[in-house]
């Protein structure tokens, strides 16, 4: 039964999942896109159009939307039917259209976690300070609402399911590590929002470590690791959404986030931080005006949308799991690469886009499937994770598994297999 | 005979300038200073009592002074009876306090180049833009101005004339390095305005090589010299005031000026620089707010006059001269060495205050003493050197030599004997 859906947000992200749920509308209606500027919504549209992504004639609608306005939210839902919400806009709006969804009835998806403009680097689990605040409400509703369906939050979460299940007897550590090894041609750039973007970077750094939360600075512990297709990386201990759930939810003593940047990153971030650049509170100049720095420094850097168009290279986002299966050591790594360049010339966005905004569609596609329709809330580990990957490996987001048997793309019969053998205790 | 003197600004150098004028006011007479912050004036009088500075009682005064303001400027100068202004306000008075001098008689000294705070590196030479326009009136008018009366412009200059009168009879270059070996323990810092600062930096480096001006870019050119006392150090062809006017006082076909910059400075100004957070044109917010980058820079970096009581270390200025004398190759070294925590203990500013404060001050008693009272418009090069030096000696800046006999003090009678030696061509 097709379901149609409210994408929030005009982003990057936004903008490929707009473009991959018109390629499965199919499966999908009516594909409505709600921002607060319309016309970045109509300018999706028209590149939809030009590109020619609808798999059948098809209901492509831009809506003026301010999504703080909760009723303005669900009175949108109703009037478009839709049944199915994608939530890729700010994380600041996350809350209001859980509620929306809550009140209508419609499915939720998002792809990052809920944050407070006002807040940096909250307790964790962060889940726990608002998202599963709703999990009664969702189940007594039996509305189904899919927490952090992008990739990292999302897929890497579905990898550590899937090795839980199968691969392993007993899981010792889940290190999820995300390297951009692109090049976006500029001097210095964010690849989303500065202001969002950066706060990832400026509080405590929590890992689940020990089955405790460790909290770390910035840039404090890294590894270097030889990744499959982009080589040898560095990556730096950094707290991310996932930690907060496949930390509840599965029974792994370590589970830490990774992310890669490069050393002229790092100097340009450390140069702004320490000169107080990027702070959130105003500072007053010596003619009495009153700024905040993040926001000239956001206004001075490039704007991450106009970065797409001239972004090489690729990412390489995946879970180096260890444990033992059977009794014996096993070390798999389970992975994705995606190419920028290929990103673009089908969605016009970079692979960072790509990757978040893919898999939100492919849960949306689950859920009108009925395979994800869970009616209550969940986070993507507590979900069967191999129709989620093999869905995503046709809609261009495969999946690879590198252990001691070599490198190979991920096979759902060897996942039968392994997981028959893991429970037969064989 | 006595004569009152004005300084104009309440900054670094003019506090400098203030405690010497007070230390020396049995050749000086009444000490005034103005300022559009009168406060900032009370308080280096409230400094100054603190010290006991004055050497006889005498009479200090605070003024309220708007230096743009020409008519009041020339009242002021009128109702102190101010003989001698040094003018150690911002460079964008310049030209207002030299008029006021012209049409009140008084003497005017000033320590660095007028600026346009529209423009960023003019026209070489930069003197013929501005100052040197008024030659003639001074001339006509017999009104004595001294140009560039601070370290560097000025004591440099001084070292030029010494040593292009006596220890050589053809210079052939003239390399004047600048290096502060000090630190103000903060992560970075200016040690004057950041306005003013980053100007000398983001536009062409002029020099005078080969007879002519040549164009670079900042931290294109380096050299890395062992210096006396401060040791090794790399230093960079910046554009400078001196130049402008050497190149045309003196007969040497390459005049130079190179400042020495840590790594840590080169690479913090280049992440700012190349962010466009060093502008002076206002960016737009997201918010729609406009914001003149530098100014935000200025507000988050320490206020410069706030570094003096913590700095430590020392700086090196000196003029590297090569020739010949008598046709043989020479090479010497003319320099000053200052320690800032000496400055601070005496006139609670850090050296690179003290060595420009300090020389207009002595500028300052040979014009009332008459030795430098010349009736036109000059640069420091265009006075006799030793009184100068001499002097500045007793004032806490003594000169050293080196070059092939060893490094000494400067010492008036060996530099009578090689004028002698050089006029007789011995």
Redesign the interface.
């Known amino acids: 039964m097709k379901k149609n859906v409210l994408i929030i947000g005009a982003g990057g992200v936004a903008q490929v999942a707009a473009f991959k749920a018109a390629m499965h509308n199919d499966v999908l209606g009516d594909i409505n896109i709600a921002s607060r500027t319309v016309s970045k919504c109509q300018s999706i549209i028209a590149g939809m159009l030009d590109k020619k992504v609808l798999k059948r004639p098809g209901i492509l609608v831009a809506h003026e939307l301010d999504a703080t306005d909760i009723e303005a939210t669900k009175a949108l839902i109703r009037r478009t039917r839709s049944q199915i919400v994608i939530n890729a806009g700010s994380a600041f709006l996350n809350m209001g259209v859980l509620r929306a969804c809550l009140d209508t009835g419609a499915a939720y998806i998002d792809t990052a976690i809920h944050e407070d403009p006002a807040k940096v680097c909250e307790t964790p689990p962060w889940y726990g300070n608002y998202e599963w605040k709703h999990r009664e409400e969702c189940e007594r509703k039996g509305v189904t609402a899919v927490l952090g369906a992008g990739f990292d939050p999302g897929v890497v979460n579905a990898y550590a399911a899937l090795a839980a299940g199968s691969y392993f007897d007993r899981i010792d550590s889940i290190d999820i590590i995300d390297v951009n090894a692109g090049s976006h041609g500029r ?2 750039a964010t690849n989303f929002d500065p202001e969002i973007n950066f706060r990832e970077f400026t509080g405590t750094v929590w890992s689940w470590q020990g089955r405790q939360w460790t909290g770390n600075t910035m840039f404090e512990v890294k590894r270097t690791d030889d990744l499959p297709v982009v080589g040898t990386h560095t990556t730096y201990l950094t707290g991310h959404d996932e930690l907060h759930s496949l930390s509840a939810n599965l029974d792994v003593p370590d589970i830490r986030f990774w992310m890669g940047f490069s050393e002229h990153y790092i ?2 971030f450390t ?2 931080n ?4 990027l702070s959130e509170k105003p ?5 009495g ?1 009153e ?1 905040v ?1 993040l ?7 490039p704007d991450p949308v106009s970065l797409a168009p001239d972004y090489t290279g690729k990412t390489f986002i995946g879970d180096l799991i260890r444990g033992t299966h059977n009794g014996v050591e096993r070390e798999l790594l389970v992975y994705n690469i995606s190419d920028h360049e290929e990103a673009f010339a089908e969605t016009s966005s970079q692979a960072i886009s790509y990757t978040a905004g893919v898999p939100a569609v492919a849960a949306a596609i689950l859920i009108a499937r009925g395979e994800w329709d869970c009616h209550h809330m969940v986070n993507v580990e507590e979900l069967p994770p191999v129709p989620f990957i093999e869905l995503l490996g046709r809609m261009g987001l495969p999946t690879r598994i590198r252990d001691a048997r070599g490198d190979r793309a991920f096979d759902p019969a060897e996942f039968r297999r392994e997981r028959k053998a893991a429970r037969s205790g064989a």
Chains 1, 2 share one sequence.
């Not at 500072?283 to 003619?287: K, Q």
């Open positions: 001097y210095f100097n340009v140069v702004l320490k000169l107080g650049l500072v007053t100049t010596a003619e005006d700024v720095p926001k000239l420094v956001k206004a001075v850097l």
